[in-house]
Structures are given as structure tokens and as C-alpha cells.
């Protein structure tokens, strides 16, 4: 299971929580707060608090599976309320209150399920996608409504600059513009359709240069910034798309602009790309992008059971692992820098770091005779990696933890870039980077990671070190308040 | 009633504190011995270095100390406590004895022991009217208790006289007597306190019993004679009506003198029924009588009821008012009779009617009566109830001195380690709370409330328990003052009452005098010896700085010892520092002392540690096998009415002639049958499940053991600090032996369990993995009060929530698909888990090289039995536990001395501490760090038992190692 490099750090599952209901996890799960929320097949969603591992509510109501979920935030400054925001199979939203468990409001007579929220905090207004797009007022009032042409629907959407949205539907990406009138009604218009793509999008992200709404600023923030940001130059709001095909398209967000294409395949495809990788023969699922994840200077794309970071400032794979998973990577997670996690379906979580190769760090010693052999070995990269070895700026992804707990799958989801959470504003803005709406594990910095599952399992895994010694001074506090034994 | 020469007269006073041996013998009786004190009490400085006296085992035996010279000749195996009774007819007899099993008595003279018993009955008891009062009275009788010897036999009892109220018994009264018979003198000596207060339990539920029992007898008997008037009444009316007016006939003389008996004895028997339930109300001078208030407050209430309805209905004159007023006219009578009996049918709707019966004036002669059973003295809920205390308090107390001193040791040991007990030891009993305090005592209630009737008794062997029970030294709570003061609480209107001329304070007085010709007897012997050991015993208790001296005397105990003997009585008028010494704890070790000092010599007061309890190991290993025998079926079939065991009547005598048995329905109230008797009173009463549950001890089979250890524990109603459970861990204890000689990579799998790593033990057999898994069991740290982290036997895969759960899995390996997705689980988790395969004989767990189990996992070892090996381990689990304390416990290795301070300085702290002060490596470091984790949880949440939160899953990335045989 395990090769080498044991993790510094020892995580301890601090309450496993057995999930009720189906086989297959929907698992979701984002910050409340000290809060998390998920959601199953079950239809029921379940706030935890991720300091004891209690369950704190259960939000019944569904009667079928939780398609997306996501949070809404309301109110003015310091008084935040949040909401959580559910769609389901039966073909219906609802609003609930997750300090009281209540269903505030339900939608229920929509003409399809939807399949991916949006909330867009500025406009104070709430965007479905599915087999139509309709955009909800706060109060769930249903503003505007448009249906899709595309029989799959929409499958992911997120914003970008100047009201404008982008839609993941099939093979295209449609961009489309929101406007206020004047008396506050909401409507949608089509600007434009991006067909570069030659497969099925799966997955949809934004990508905000170096110090873009990746960073673990709330998103208030980032929109705060935004015209600022608009002004510096339009080539810093960047979004990017991957298809089932794998190819991975890189979009100016403002003027919607193809700005790079990386097709990444296992064999030779296109002549004369530098970043191209070449690699053993594929089969269509093997080279399909199941996720994005981005910090804004790379792109994490899931590809296959392989990972590859992509450089977005070089316009270049760095790093990559083909075989990072026995089976498909469903899910990523860039923890910081340096540090990435990824989930595949066989329930595996891996902890990976990216490592210069330690040659192009010392010029002086490239012409050493034996020298660059000596270091490869150890390395654990696949044997096609010897061509790779000789871009330059080509670093290692290299396996840190193996967290062994789930028995089936850890779901398909995207990635919450890492970050405090603790800072100003409750962190709300990982939907945003939604393609799939789920998410299938949150950190939540020092206190702690969740994943869940297939097998039902909800996993709480924490620094041990750090419980141990939390629990020390606890001890001793209580040592204290008895006075003595 | 002459005394057998050799019969050892122990007297105890009833006060109940200090068992003191004399050193010099009664004359005539040269095996007697009684209770003295050599005061040296507070006269050492304690060294504050040194290991509390009450911790320290003595170095050498002394040398003419077999613990078994005295067992060899006894004509018995075990102990065994035996039920006698003095018949008015037959004089004393043995009627039951405890374990109910012929073999225990092995040849034993039941007959001549319950003799030598039943001849020193110390009650201070007296029969018949007291003088200048008119009706007989009610003797309220105090309990006495001897020890007792008879060396030719070889048999030491305890003996413990008690005396119930039978209507028909001359004076009302049945002596009874309950002896714990034991070859070992010393046992009893030691034990005396507890088993005292033992069997003052047995006996105040036995008495609560049968004082239900009279009252009920006195009511129907209240009837009989009602009726009985009523029918005289009628006769003389219809006589004088009938004859001429001034001639009497000596026919309605004889009536008339027929009918004025006849109002008498309702007097009388008003009178008694007024006695019977003034008993509650009458000042106890047994401390150890505690009675329970729900109990008392019932029966009391019971008896109150009928006084009333007595008073009401037994008016004699109201009655023969009525009767001629309606002279001659049976009709009305009748019709009269008829309405007071619906009256008294609302009265006491519950109860079923009773048929009065017409009372012959004579009585049948003195011997052609059939005297009542024990049973059918006492109701029957409360004649189990005493049964099956007496059955544990046989068993609590089987097993040598050694041993049952070693246990206290242990037990007191454990109390103060509340902190880390629950890794290892098995659940203590008893409730912080309860230690230390004796709650009233109910068998019946109690036992049909909740399933833990009894009190584990305060450890009396010597003061160690006593004083590890009370927190401070400050507050020495000693069970004879606290039984005082809660007696005191209990019993309502104690000291109201005790001002009272009641006619228990009547019969105080009457004691005197009836004491003189008992104390005559055994003062010939003993009496100055006596006087004047108690003289001395009592000045130099009050010279020496007594702890309980802020404790005010108790009157009650004060007047214990009159029903004792007289020449205590005399002594007790000159101190007060007695009683107050009563309580004083004395030492185990002291009082050995002293009684190998009273065998030897006399006036000198030598104090030295070294003559003392003499306890070897090999004793303790070699006693073993009687203490864990498993013992011989005893599952007594309750003794109840009608239904009584065939057991040899040769020995005991526990039923009556089979001809006397229909006259048991005169006895029965409506319906008859066993449950119809009990139901005159009522009591709520929930069934006695022990029996059943004493089953189910029985059989420690290694399933229950794997599977729940605990349970078996929780679910015991009756185990005194799992004693039966002991058993089972001994069983485990083999187990474990044969594993650790059988694999040489033991160590390591001991280690996988110590340091929380889930150990799978993956086998086809399941009996061979079940075993495994039991012997197991013993090292898993914290296994929950029923085992909970411990599965036995598991045939399905297991995910992640089972290993967070279970610390310890037998799993099946079978060979199907599900077993391929077992063996699938096996590989998912196997960096969480060790698994230990049974088949194969391979251990697959990361690399162990540590010593810190050496001693225990020594697969050379020269351990050869499987309970010898279950105290090694225990020691050694024990000083574990005790470096995980200190580890836990020590605020520097866990958080930093100054606000500069990393985590790695305190890191590198504890590591260095654990190296260097407690000298692990960093192997053997992981147990104790899992150890603390473990202390630290349980700290911070402590587990109310029921809903074991489980502890928190932890695990580092090592790689694993195949071992193999």
C-alpha cells in the first residue's frame, strides 16, 4: 500500500461516523463555521461539528439524492447568517437554516434536477444548472429562467468577472451575462459559446493568477478586489476547462479567449506543443480530466489514475505521477504549495508533495559522472519519465501519507484549494471551483480533514501530535479545576 | 446444658471493634482464648519512607505456621456455615447447611457440632413474664456471637445466635444459630468483624422475616379467638337463659371460666401483636442490626394496620356488649358477625379471608406438637433472601487467609488507584461512594430494586481497607461508628424511644438477672482472667492517641457487650475509651501478632513486623487449586415449602415428618400454597434471580470469557470483586501461558496489544481462535466493562468503525467469496493491524526488539501454572500501569515550562524521560504513550460504563514484519 516516506505527521481519525443510507456517498461536505455539512444518497444532510465529530443536525427532506449542495450567506457585515442550499433528484431545492435544522424554503416543481449551484454573493443571487438555468433571488423567488438546447444540461458553472458565468454543457462552455435592472429583477443573456473542446467537459475552474481568489481570502473579498483586479490586466482572470478526452483548455475570463491547450495524452497526439506528454497507450478513460484543482499558479488536473501539475504562468506540465492511484483520481486538493491530496475510487486518499529534483537545483554538479543516475532511483516516477527528466523545470510528485480508512470509493469531487479558514469571513467560496458539486474531502488547516465515502464513513483525520497534546492541557486544566487527583 | 471441656469461648463484645486475643487460656478449657489488646498502639513514629504498614507483607513465615497443620485433621474440605436450631423437643439440631452439600461436611458430626453451638448461646434472652408485668412479654433479643473451637474435631466456627418469635414455642422464642465453620482458627479470628457483620445481615433479614411471620400468626390466631368468643358467648347466653337465674351450673361455670381464658388470651395476644410492632421502635444496641428504613417503615405500617383493626375488632367487652344486647339471638349474631367480617374484608381487601377456627382450651402436650420450619418462620421472600446471603457470604469467604488477605491488599490497592484501574483491573464492586459507608441493608429490597443486594463488607481482616477507604486521616470513618450513627439515623425516634420506659427497656433491666446464671457459667471458667484483661485492655486504650476519639461514644455499643457476658458488662462501666477504641482499626499484622504473643507469652508487649501473617508464595500458588477448583454443583434448589430437597436427613434435619405435613394448611391464609403464605403482608417483591445467574458463574466456558469478559462481570449479581470471574481470568491465565511458550514471537503480539495496535487473530477453528482470543484478552489495555474491545470470533469483513471499536479480533478465514473479501479488509487496514495467524503460526506486526516485556513473554519461562502466570502478568501490567500514571500525570512532558518552549523541546523531555527516568526505549515508549492516552481520555471523560466511548484511533506508519515459528 505504502512505499515510502512516512508522513511527519500522524493523522488520527478522530470519530468515524457511520453513515446511514445507500451505497453510494454523495458525500459533501464545506465549512459552517467549525461546521460541516454532508450530504448522501439518502437525501439526508448531516451538520457535524468537526471539533468533537457530534452530529449537530439532520436535515431531512429529500427523497432522493443530494445532487449539489452549497452555502448562501446572507446579511450584512458581522452578522452573517448562512444558509445551506440543497438540490436533489426529486427536483427540488431547498433552503435550510443549519443552526435549527429547519427547511426555510423548498422549491419543488422544477422541470429537471439540478446539477450544479452557483451562488453569486455580489448580486445576491443563487444560479441552478441542469436541464435549464434558473437564477433565484435570496428569498428563492425565481427570477430568470432559461431553458438549454444541450441534452446533457448543464454540468458546472462558475463565475466570472463583470456578472458574467461561465456553463459547462457537454462539449461547449457557454458564457453568460447577468443584468440588474432597475428594479432589481435579474436577467440572463447569452454572450457567447466556447466549443473548443472535442469531449464532454468534466470539469470547470477558475483560475486566478497569482494572488486571485484561490487564496484562502473569502470570496467577498476576491469580489471586493475585483475591479481593481479587472483594471491590472485582463490576462490575470483566467478559467480553465477539462474534457473526458483530457484535453485542458486555459480561458481568458474576461474576453473568453482560448489562451492555452494541453492535451494530455499517454501517446504522442500533437506535434510541436512543449508541453505535451507523451506517454503509453491510453484508453479514453485513462486520459479523461476528472478534476481540476487550482492555486493559481498550478493546475492539478486528475487524469485518469494519474495526477499532472500544470504550471499556468509557464503554460507547462511540471510535475506528474501517472500512476498515482490504482484506479480513477477522483478528486484532488492542492493542501499548500507544495502539497497536494488525491482520492480515487478504490477509497484511497494520497498525500503528495512537489519536489525539485535535486540536478537542476545544483548546476554545478550536472556534469558529474553517475551523479544524475545515483538520484533516480530513488525517485519513484514511472520509466517514461527519463524523457520528461529532461525538461528542465520538471519536479516530482512525491508520495508523503497514504490515509487508509474508506473501504469503497472516495467520490467524485472537486477540490477546495487549502487554506486557513479561520480568517475574516467564514470561507464559502469553494463552490465556486465546483465542476461536480462534490466535494469529497475539506481541511480544515490544523483542526483537521474530512473525507467520506462510499462506505458510508464519514472520517474526521487530525494531526495526532497536536490532539495529544491538546488533550494534555485539557488534562491538566481539569487537573487544575479538581485540584488534584 | 453442660460445656464440653474443650469448647473454645471466644467473647466478643458486640461493639464491634476490636477483636483482641488474651494470652492466657480459661481454666477448665484449655483451647479457650479470648479477645484482648496488646496496646502498642501509636507508640512507633512512622517513617514517612517507609511502605505503609497496611501494603507490606511480612518477610518470613514464622515457623511453626503451616496454614494447612490445622486443616489436616478437620473431618471437613471446606468451609462451610451450618443452621442449627435448639428444638424445644429435641434439643439442638442441625437443620442446613451452606454449601447444601453432604460431600462439604465430608464426616463431619453435624449433630455434636450443633451442640457445642447451640450450648453457648450468649442471648440475652428470657422467657416467660417479667415480673410486675401482665401479660407475657415479647423478649426482644439481641444477637450474640462467640467464636467457637473444638480442637479434637478441628472445627472453628463463628457462631452467630439469633432468636425468632414463634407463637407456639415456649415463651415465643426459637433459638437459632447460624456458625461459619472453618478448620483454620485464624480465619476466623481475622474475619470475625466482617463475618459478623455478615451475618448480622443474614440475621436481621431473617428476623425481619419472621417478625412479618408472627404478626401474621397473631392475627389469624386474633381471629381463631374472636371466633372462639364469639361461639362461647353465644353458648353461655343460651346456658343462662336455659338454666334458672341464680344457679350456676357447674357446666356454665366451666363456660364461663372458658370464656374469661378466652378474653385473656385476646389481651394477650393484643398485647403481643403491640409488642411485635413496637419492635421497630425499640433502640438497638446492635450496631451492626441495621435494618433498612423501607423495610422497617412497611412492616411497621403492616403492624399498625392491624393494631388498629384489632384494637377495633378484639374489644372483648365491645364485643360482648354487642352479643347481650342481642342476647340469645344467634340470628343476629350471625347476621352481626356477618357484617364485621365484610368489615374487615374492606379492611384488608388484598389479603384472602381467613376461616377462624374454633380453639380447643386445651393444647396439645408439649411434644406431640409440631414445631414450625425454618422456613415457615420466616416469610419466604425474606428466608431466600437470607439464603442466598449466607451462600455469598460462604462464598466470599472461601479461600485461605492468605489469600482472602492478599485480595484485600488488592481490592484496597485498586480503590486508590481509581485514575488507572480500568486498563487492566477488573471493575471494583463497590461505588466510591458506598466505601466507606454501610448503607441500611435490605435483601429483599435490594434485591428485587437492583441487582447488587449486597454490601461488599468492609475488609475487617485489619485496618488496611478500612483506612484506605477514607480519603483523609482525618475523618477515620470506621464501619462500627458509622453502622452506629446510621442505625441511628435509621432507626426513627432512637434516642426519643431509648428515654422511653418501653418494654424493650424493661427487658434491659430484666437482663441482669437473667444474665447472672449465664455469666455463672463461663465466669467459673474465665471470669477473673477476663475481668482483668478487659481492666487493662481498656486502661491502655485510653492512653493511646486514638484516632476516633473526636468520635462521640456510643450509648448503644456501650450496652452492646451486657448480652455478651457479665464481666465485660463490669469493665464497660469504667471507660469510655473502650467504646471510642471499639473503633479503633487494628492491623492485620497486629493482631497476629498479638495472637502468636497470647499463645506464647504473656505480659510482654512486643510489636515486631516480622512475627507476622506468614505468606509465601509458594502457598499461594499451591492453594490455588482448591481456591479455583471449580467448586461442586451448588446450585441450591431453593428451599421452599413443601418442596424440600431429599437430602440426607441423617445429617441434617431440614423437613419435618411428612405426616405433620397436612397441618400446614391450619397455617395458610385462603388458598393455600407457598405464595398465598406470604401474601397476609405483602411485599413488593421482584423474583430473586440468583440461582439462575449463579448458573450461569458456573460455567466460565472460554466463549463467554472471549466474548465478553465483562458481562459476565456486569451481569453478576453477586460477584464480590469478580470472584467467580477470577476463574476465567485464571483460565485466560493458562491460555496466555501456553501462548507465550508456544510462540516465540509472543512479544510481539503482546506488544501490538499493549501499544493499542488491533491485533486479528485469523484461524478456521473456531474454538482454537476463541481460546486464543481469551487468553488475549488479559493484555488488552482498557477492555471495557464488558469486554467491549474484544470481538471473538468475527466472520464477515471488518471496516475501519470495528477497528476503532476492537482492540482485538478473531476473525474467521474461510474460503469463499466473503472470505476473499475478508482477507481484502485484511490487506485494506493492514498497516492498523498485526494479525496473528492461528493457522499458519506467523505474526505479521512491526518490528519489536524491546525488553520492557521480556519478563512476561518469555517463551522459556519457568511458570508452569496458568494462574501463576496470571499474577506475574498482573504485577507486571500493574507497574506498567503505574509508569503510564506517572507519565501522564507529569506536567512538563506535555506542556512546555516556559512560553518559548517549542514542541519539540517538550518532546525531547518526554522522550528523555521515558529513556533515562523510566528506562523504555522507544518501543516500549509506544506502550506507555497509549497507555496515557488512554488515562488521559478516560480522565477527561470518564465512561459511565454503559454508552464506552470509544478511544480515539491513532496509529503511526510503520511497516510490518512476518514473524514465524
Known amino acids: 500500500m505504502y512505499r515510502k516516506g512516512f508522513p511527519q505527521v500522524v493523522l488520527e481519525p478522530w470519530e468515524r461516523i457511520p453513515r446511514t443510507g445507500r451505497a453510494a456517498l454523495t458525500g459533501d461536505g464545506f465549512f459552517l463555521g467549525s461546521r460541516c455539512a454532508s450530504a448522501g444518497d439518502d437525501g439526508l444532510v448531516l451538520v457535524w461539528n468537526i471539533e468533537t465529530g457530534e452530529r449537530l443536525q439532520e436535515l431531512r427532506g429529500h427523497s432522493q439524492q443530494i445532487t449539489a449542495i452549497t452555502t448562501l450567506t446572507a446579511g450584512g457585515e458581522g452578522a452573517d447568517h448562512t444558509s445551506l442550499i440543497t438540490a436533489s433528484s426529486d427536483r427540488s431545492l431547498s433552503l435550510w437554516d443549519p443552526d435549527t435544522g429547519n427547511r426555510v424554503q423548498t422549491i419543488s416543481d422544477l422541470q429537471s434536477s439540478v446539477k450544479c449551484l452557483l451562488v453569486l454573493e455580489r448580486l445576491g443571487v443563487c444560479v441552478s444548472g441542469g436541464g435549464e438555468l434558473c437564477v433565484w433571488s435570496a428569498d428563492f423567488q425565481l427570477q430568470c429562467h432559461r431553458q438549454n438546447h444541450s441534452d446533457t444540461g448543464i454540468t458546472a458553472l462558475i463565475e466570472l468577472p463583470k456578472n458574467c458565468m461561465a456553463a459547462a454543457m457537454d462539449k461547449e462552455i457557454m458564457i453568460y451575462r447577468l443584468t440588474v435592472s432597475t428594479d432589481s429583477s435579474v436577467s440572463v443573456a447569452e454572450m457567447r459559446c466556447l466549443s473548443d473542446h472535442h469531449d464532454q467537459i468534466r470539469a470547470l475552474i477558475n483560475v486566478n493568477g497569482q494572488s486571485g481568489w484561490s487564496d484562502s481570502e473569502a470570496l467577498g473579498y476576491v469580489f471586493g478586489t475585483w475591479g481593481k483586479t479587472l483594471l491590472s490586466g485582463p490576462s490575470d482572470r483566467l478559467f480553465a476547462s477539462g474534457s473526458h478526452a483530457g484535453e485542458l483548455i486555459l480561458w481568458d475570463a474576461v474576453d473568453w479567449n482560448n489562451l492555452a491547450y494541453e492535451h494530455i495524452l499517454w501517446e504522442e497526439s500533437q506535434a510541436g506543443s512543449p508541453t505535451e506528454i507523451r506517454l503509453a497507450a491510453p484508453k479514453p478513460s485513462e486520459m479523461s480530466i476528472q478534476h481540476l484543482t487550482t492555486n493559481g499558479q498550478f493546475v492539478l488536473a486528475a487524469v485518469g489514475s494519474g495526477l499532472y501539475v500544470y504550471d499556468v504562468a509557464a503554460r507547462t506540465v511540471v510535475a506528474y505521477r501517472k500512476a498515482a492511484h490504482d484506479s480513477n483520481v477522483l478528486h484532488t486538493m492542492l493542501l499548500s504549495d507544495s502539497q497536494l491530496m488525491s482520492c480515487s475510487e478504490d477509497g484511497s486518499v494520497r498525500m503528495w508533495e512537489i519536489q525539485d529534483l535535486p540536478l537542476p537545483a545544483e548546476p554545478a554538479s550536472a556534469g558529474f559522472f553517475g551523479m544524475w543516475t545515483f538520484g533516480r532511483p530513488n525517485k519513484p516516477t514511472a520509466p517514461p519519465s527519463k524523457k520528461v527528466m529532461e525538461i528542465p523545470t520538471m519536479r516530482t510528485l512525491e508520495l508523503t501519507g497514504d490515509l487508509i480508512g474508506h473501504s469503497g470509493a472516495v467520490q467524485v469531487g472537486a477540490p477546495r484549494r487549502h487554506g486557513s479558514g479561520r480568517g475574516g469571513a467564514t470561507p464559502r467560496g469553494f463552490s465556486h471551483a465546483s465542476l461536480c458539486c462534490f466535494q469529497m474531502f475539506l481541511s480544515f488547516g490544523e483542526n483537521g480533514l474530512v473525507t467520506c465515502s462510499t462506505d458510508h464513513l464519514l472520517i474526521l483525520w487530525k494531526n495526532g501530535e497536536r490532539q495529544a497534546r491538546l488533550r494534555s492541557l485539557a488534562l491538566f486544566q481539569k487537573l487544575e479545576e479538581d485540584g488534584g487527583l | 446444658m453442660c460445656l464440653h471441656p474443650d469448647v473454645v469461648l471466644l467473647f466478643y463484645d458486640a461493639a464491634l471493634s476490636d477483636a483482641f486475643l488474651s494470652n492466657t487460656t480459661m481454666i477448665g478449657s484449655p483451647d479457650v482464648v479470648a479477645f484482648t489488646k496488646e496496646d502498642e498502639y501509636g507508640q512507633t513514629t512512622p517513617d514517612p519512607w517507609a511502605l505503609p504498614e497496611e501494603f507490606s507483607i511480612p518477610l518470613h513465615p514464622l515457623a511453626d505456621s503451616n496454614p ?38 465430608g464426616t463431619f458430626d453435624l449433630n455434636y457440632f450443633s451442640l457445642r453451638i447451640m450450648s ?15 401479660y407475657p412479654r415479647l423478649s426482644f433479643v439481641e444477637d450474640s456471637r462467640v467464636v467457637l473451637g473444638d480442637s479434637k474435631e478441628g472445627a472453628f466456627a463463628y457462631v452467630h445466635h439469633l432468636t425468632l418469635y414463634d407463637l407456639e414455642a415456649r415463651g415465643f422464642v426459637r433459638p437459632f444459630c447460624m456458625a461459619y465453620v472453618a478448620a483454620d482458627e485464624k480465619k476466623i479470628m481475622l474475619q470475625f468483624q466482617e463475618l459478623s457483620l455478615r451475618f448480622s445481615q443474614a440475621s436481621e433479614c431473617l428476623k425481619a422475616g419472621n417478625r412479618r411471620a408472627f404478626a401474621k400468626e397473631l392475627q389469624r390466631k386474633l381471629q381463631d379467638l374472636e371466633y372462639t368468643h364469639s361461639v362461647l358467648q353465644r353458648e353461655e347466653g343460651l346456658q343462662r337463659e336455659a338454666g334458672p337465674q341464680s344457679m350456676y351450673s357447674p357446666h356454665a361455670v366451666e363456660k364461663a371460666n372458658e370464656l374469661a381464658n378466652v378474653e385473656k388470651s385476646i389481651y394477650e395476644h393484643r398485647d403481643l401483636l403491640k409488642q411485635i410492632s413496637s419492635y421497630h421502635r425499640r433502640p438497638r444496641r446492635d450496631p451492626q442490626a441495621v435494618t433498612c428504613q423501607k423495610c422497617m417503615t412497611e412492616c411497621l405500617e403492616e403492624c399498625e394496620v392491624l393494631l388498629n383493626k384489632y384494637a377495633k375488632l378484639a374489644n372483648p367487652f365491645g364485643y360482648s356488649n354487642k352479643a347481650a344486647k342481642g342476647e340469645g339471638e344467634l340470628g343476629r349474631s350471625d347476621a352481626e358477625r356477618g357484617e364485621e367480617e365484610a368489615d374487615e374484608d374492606e379492611d384488608a381487601k388484598r389479603r384472602p379471608s381467613y376461616t377462624p377456627q374454633l380453639i380447643k382450651a386445651k393444647s396439645a402436650k408439649c411434644f406431640d406438637k409440631r414445631l414450625k420450619t425454618l422456613q415457615e418462620l420466616c416469610e419466604e421472600t425474606f428466608y431466600e433472601a437470607t439464603v442466598e446471603l449466607l451462600k455469598e457470604t460462604e462464598r466470599s469467604f472461601r479461600g485461605d487467609l492468605c489469600y482472602l488477605h492478599t485480595r484485600r491488599l488488592d481490592k484496597a490497592l485498586r480503590r486508590k488507584q481509581r485514575v488507572i484501574n480500568f486498563l487492566f483491573e477488573e471493575d471494583l464492586d463497590d461505588d466510591e461512594e458506598e466505601v466507606g459507608t454501610l448503607r441500611p441493608f435490605c435483601a429483599v429490597n435490594h434485591a428485587a430494586n437492583n441487582f447488587v443486594p449486597l454490601n461488599p463488607p468492609h475488609i475487617v481482616l485489619g485496618s488496611p481497607p478500612l483506612e484506605l477507604d477514607v480519603p483523609e486521616p482525618s475523618r477515620p470513618q470506621v464501619p462500627a461508628s458509622e453502622r452506629s450513627s446510621v442505625s441511628q439515623e435509621n432507626e426513627l425516634g432512637l434516642r426519643e424511644s431509648h428515654l422511653e420506659s418501653s418494654p424493650s427497656d424493661q427487658t434491659l433491666e430484666t437482663q441482669g438477672s437473667s444474665e447472672e446464671t449465664k455469666g455463672s457459667f463461663s ?123 431429599p437430602l440426607d436427613q441423617t445429617l441434617v434435619v431440614n423437613q419435618e415428618p411428612l405426616a405433620l405435613l397436612p397441618i400446614q394448611d391450619d397455617y395458610t391464609v385462603g388458598s393455600p400454597g407457598p405464595e398465598s403464605a406470604a ?53 485466560a491465565g493458562q491460555g496466555a501461558l ?37 487468553a488475549l484478552a488479559l493484555f488488552v489495555p482498557d477492555p471495557g466493562k464488558c469486554g467491549e474491545r474484544v470481538q471473538a470470533w468475527l466472520s464477515c469483513p471488518f471496516t475501519l468503525t470495528d477497528l476503532q471499536r476492537w482492540k482485538l479480533i478473531g476473525l474467521q478465514r474461510v474460503a469463499s467469496p466473503v472470505g476473499s473479501s475478508i482477507l481484502h479488509s485484511l490487506s485494506r487496514y493492514s498497516r492498523y493491524i498485526s494479525i496473528l495467524d492461528a493457522d499458519l503460526k506467523t505474526l505479521r506486526c512491526p518490528p519489536y526488539r524491546g525488553q520492557l516485556l521480556a519478563n512476561v513473554a518469555d517463551h522459556r519461562t519457568c511458570i508452569r501454572r496458568g494462574s501463576t502466570y496470571f499474577l506475574h502478568l498482573q504485577s507486571t501490567l500493574c507497574r506498567l500501569a503505574a509508569k503510564a500514571f506517572l507519565l501522564t500525570f507529569t506536567h512538563h512532558l506535555h506542556l512546555p515550562v516556559s512560553p518559548r518552549e517549542g514542541s519539540e ?22 506502550i506507555l504513550l497509549y497507555l496515557s492516552q488512554l488515562i488521559t481520555q478516560q480522565y477527561l471523560q470518564p465512561s459511565d ?14 511497516t510490518s514484519v512476518l514473524y514465524k515459528i
Open chain 2, 68 to 105: 494447612w497443620a490445622k486443616t489436616s485433621y478437620a473431618k471437613f474440605t471446606k468451609d462451610f456455615i451450618l443452621i442449627s436450631e435448639f428444638s424445644e423437643q429435641v434439643g439442638p439440631q442441625p437443620l442446613l447447611t451452606i454449601p447444601d452439600d453432604p460431600k462439604v461436611c
Open chain 2, 120 to 134: 453457648v448461646d450468649y442471648q440475652a434472652s428470657f422467657v416467660g413474664h417479667p415480673p410486675g408485668s401482665g
Open chain 2, 523 to 645: 465466669s467459673d471458667k474465665s471470669g477473673t482472667d477476663q475481668a482483668e484483661k478487659q481492666g487493662s485492655l481498656a486502661s491502655m486504650k485510653s492512653e493511646g492517641p486514638d484516632p476516633d476519639s473526636d468520635l462521640t461514644p456510643d450509648q448503644n455499643t456501650d450496652h452492646e457487650r451486657e448480652s455478651s457476658s457479665e464481666e465485660i458488662e463490669t469493665t464497660t462501666g469504667e471507660d469510655d475509651g473502650d467504646n471510642g477504641g471499639d473503633a479503633t482499626p487494628v492491623s492485620l499484622l497486629e493482631m497476629v501478632a498479638e495472637l502468636e504473643l497470647g499463645q506464647k507469652d504473656t505480659g510482654e508487649t512486643v510489636n515486631e513486623p516480622d512475627l507476622l501473617v506468614p505468606i509465601d508464595t509458594p502457598c499461594c500458588i499451591a492453594q490455588e487449586g482448591f481456591l479455583y477448583e471449580p467448586t461442586a454443583p451448588k446450585a441450591v434448589p431453593c428451599l421452599q415449602r413443601g418442596s424440600l430437597p
Open chain 2, 679 to 731: 401474601a397476609g403482608l405483602e411485599l413488593p417483591v421482584g423474583p430473586l434471580g440468583e440461582p439462575v445467574s449463579l448458573a450461569s458463574f458456573e460455567d466460565g466456558s472460554d466463549c463467554t470469557m472471549s466474548a465478553s469478559t465483562g458481562s459476565d462481570r456486569a451481569a453478576s449479581p453477586l460477584g464480590y470483586g469478580g470472584f467467580l470471574t477470577l476463574r476465567q481470568r485464571k483460565k
Open chain 2, 738 to 774: 501456553r501462548f507465550v511458550r508456544q510462540y516465540p514471537f509472543a512479544m510481539q503480539a503482546l506488544w501490538c496489544l499493549l501499544s493499542g495496535r488491533t491485533l486479528v487473530v485469523l484461524g478456521v477453528d473456531e474454538g482454537r481462535v476463541r481460546r486464543l482470543v481469551a
Open chain 2, 905 to 926: 523541546v517538550v518532546e525531547g523531555r518526554r522522550r528523555c524521560f521515558l529513556q533515562e527516568q523510566l528506562g523504555v526505549d522507544e518501543e516500549d515508549s509506544r
Open chain 2, 945 to 958: 460504563g454503559s454508552t464506552a466511548k470509544p478511544p480515539c484511533f491513532r496509529f503511526n506508519y510503520t
